[in-house]
């Protein structure tokens, strides 16, 4: 071989090796021309598995996978979205709540544009992920997104509490209890006569007062309490009996003066 500390140019045979076979070929050794480029075969060990081009492509979601809180903040502050999709259609949340990644999920709930109730093709939403698993504090959590909904149905027609509900261990019925205070109303639709509807937020809807329904009606009108007079308050419910002050569980009032 030539010396090529000893030259200032060299010019190697572009046709070398071309009567050889296509294994002496692959074997041989690489040769460098100036100006002449050198198409490499890639040997079959050196193509990516399909779980390494899943790595690559879809970097949050392995992030997300991982539990990786630090890299997936950074992710999404390089403009990452958390709502897209991988070949399964799961996103980034759908990963984190399946493997109980909180601190993850704390990061994408974080994000301005997370659809926290987006669904997988089955119609999965993170929510079922993590009650189905009975992770408890990435239920809780999810709960505290302000547009989270407990009523999504999956494609077999289940909500995430379905899918705990019946679960006869503490862990699944610690969530499903968590699911289920969320579920239940805390508001009672108000009707006034002048057409104006109020949410009226009392502390247990099935055990309110029509008392307690009417000093929440005078708060939010900021009416004074000696207005009480000329108010009448109709209770509207089939299951009241008679003389009855609660107002039940789906009641509403109609207030006219």
């Known amino acids: 071989m030539i010396q090529l500390d000893k030259y200032d140019q060299y010019q190697m045979n572009p046709l070398y090796g071309a009567k050889h076979s296509y294994k002496r070929k692959i074997e041989a050794p690489e040769y460098y021309a100036k100006g002449r480029k050198i198409i490499r075969i890639q040997k079959a060990a050196e193509i990516k598995s399909p779980k390494e081009l899943w790595e690559l492509h879809y970097p949050l979601h392995k992030a997300a996978f991982d539990g990786d809180a630090q890299r997936t903040k950074m992710l999404l502050a390089q403009g990452w979205d958390p709502n897209v999709k991988d070949d399964d259609t799961w996103t980034p949340l759908h990963y ?54 407990t009523d999504i149905k999956d494609n077999t027609g289940r909500t995430a509490y379905d899918l705990c509900a019946n679960m006869p261990k503490k862990e699944w019925q610690d969530v499903a209890n968590l699911l289920r205070k969320r579920m239940e109303p805390s508001k009672i639709e108000v009707h006034l006569s002048s057409g104006l509807t109020l949410q009226v937020k009392v502390n247990d809807v099935k055990e309110a007062t029509a008392g307690e329904v009417r000093d929440q009606i005078f708060a939010e009108l900021e009416l004074d309490k000696s207005a009480e007079a000329i108010f009448a308050i109709w209770i509207m419910n089939s299951r009241l009996n008679p003389g009855s002050t609660s107002l039940g569980a789906k009641s509403f009032c109609i207030v006219q003066n």
């Open 96 to 149: 984190a709540a399946f493997y109980n990644k909180l601190d993850v999920c704390s990061e994408l709930l974080l994000h301005s544009k997370i659809d926290v109730n987006i669904t997988n093709k089955t119609g999965i939403t993170a929510l079922h992920f993590a009650a189905l698993n009975a992770h408890e504090y990435v239920v809780e959590l999810i709960l505290t997104h302000s547009r989270a909904q």
